[in-house]
C-alpha cells in the first residue's frame, strides 16, 4: 500500500514518548503532512521535535500512538517504512575516515539504489564535487552537513526529515537547500523541516506546528499564525516566541 499524491505521506496519531517517569517528551501529539508539502516542526530546545523524528525512524520506541509512513505503519512493518525515508540527523555521525564520495556510495549501497550521475549530480549542486575525494575528516562543519544532507536525498524518498539542516550552512548552501527541498516536494515528496531558522520557516514551511515541551501550542500556516499571535509585521520570530515560550 502506498500514499496517492496529495495524502498524508507522513501520520502521526495521539503520540507519547516518555523517556522516564519525570520526563514527557512528546505527549499526545497528531500531525499529518501530505506529498507536496514542506512542514515545519517547530519548538524551544528540549521540546520534542527530535524524538518525535526518531520514533518515525523506528530509533525510539513510543510509549504509546502510531505512526505511518507512505501508509506504512512503523512498528508493524519498520523495514519497509524506513525504507522510505530520507533522514538528516541533527548530530551528524559521518565517518571521518571515508571520502565524501565513499561515504555517499556506503549510503547508496544501504539504499540499494546506483551511486551514479544523480549523486555526482548533487555534489556540483551543493558545491562539494571538487572535493568529494577528500576525507569527511577533513571537512568544515557546513561541508559535512551538506554531506548529510546529500545522504538524506539519496533514492528520492517519500518522506525527508532534516532535522537541523541549516547549521553551519553558508547563505548561498541555505539558498539551495531551499531550492533543493522545493522541488523535492513539487515532485510529490513529504519534507518535514525542524530548525530554529525563523525566516527560513517561514519562507519555506507551507503549514507548522510548534510543540511546546512536548505538546502542540500551535499549528497552521505561518500567516494563520501571525493571525492567531496578533503579530501582523512583526518578524517571525516573534510569533514563535509567543508560542513556545
Ligand atoms: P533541541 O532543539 O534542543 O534539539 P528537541 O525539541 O529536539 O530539542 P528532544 O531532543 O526531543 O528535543 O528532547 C525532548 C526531551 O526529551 C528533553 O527534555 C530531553 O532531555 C529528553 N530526552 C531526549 N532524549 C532522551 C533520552 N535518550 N533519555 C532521556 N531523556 C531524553
Not at 557546513?142 to 524518498?157: D, E, N, Q, S, Y
Request: aromatic share 6%; proline share 3%.
Amino acid at each position: 500500500m502506498s500514499a496517492a499524491p496529495g495524502e498524508a505521506v507522513f501520520h502521526v496519531e495521539r503520540l507519547v514518548k516518555r523517556y522516564h517517569e519525570e520526563a514527557t517528551a512528546v505527549n499526545d501529539v497528531s500531525l499529518s503532512v501530505a506529498g507536496g508539502e514542506i512542514f515545519g516542526l517547530l519548538g524551544a530546545n528540549g521540546a520534542g521535535k527530535s524524538t518525535l523524528l526518531k520514533c518515525a525512524l523506528g530509533l525510539v520506541r513510543p510509549t504509546s500512538g502510531r505512526l505511518q509512513v507512505d501508509g506504512l505503519d512503523v512498528q508493524r512493518e519498520p523495514l519497509e517504512a524506513r525504507r522510505r525515508i530520507g533522514y538528516l540527523p541533527e548530530e551528524l555521525r559521518l565517518y571521518e575516515r571515508l571520502t565524501g564520495w565513499e561515504f555517499l556510495e556506503l549510503v547508496c549501497g544501504l539504499k540499494q539504489v546506483e551511486c551514479d550521475g544523480a549523486v555526482e549530480e548533487e555534489f556540483r549542486y551543493f558545491g562539494l564535487y571538487e572535493r568529494r575525494h577528500e576525507l569527511i575528516g577533513e571537512y568544515s562543519l557546513g561541508m559535512r552537513k551538506k554531506t548529510g544532507i546529500l545522504a538524506a536525498l539519496v533514492g528520492r524518498p517519500k518522506l525527508l526529515l532534516m532535522d537541523e539542516p541549516l547549521n553551519g550552512l553558508d547563505a548561498e548552501s541555505m539558498r539551495r537547500l531551499r531550492l533543493r527541498l522545493e522541488a523535492r516536494a513539487a515532485d510529490g515528496a513529504a519534507v518535514v523541516l525542524s530548525s530554529h531558522v525563523m525566516g527560513f520557516v517561514e519562507r519555506v514551511c507551507g503549514r507548522v506546528t510548534i510543540l511546546k515541551k512536548g505538546v502542540v501550542a500551535a499549528s497552521g500556516t505561518p500567516v494563520e499564525l501571525r493571525a492567531q499571535a496578533g503579530l501582523p509585521d512583526e518578524a517571525f520570530d516573534d510569533v514563535f516566541l509567543h508560542f513556545a515560550l
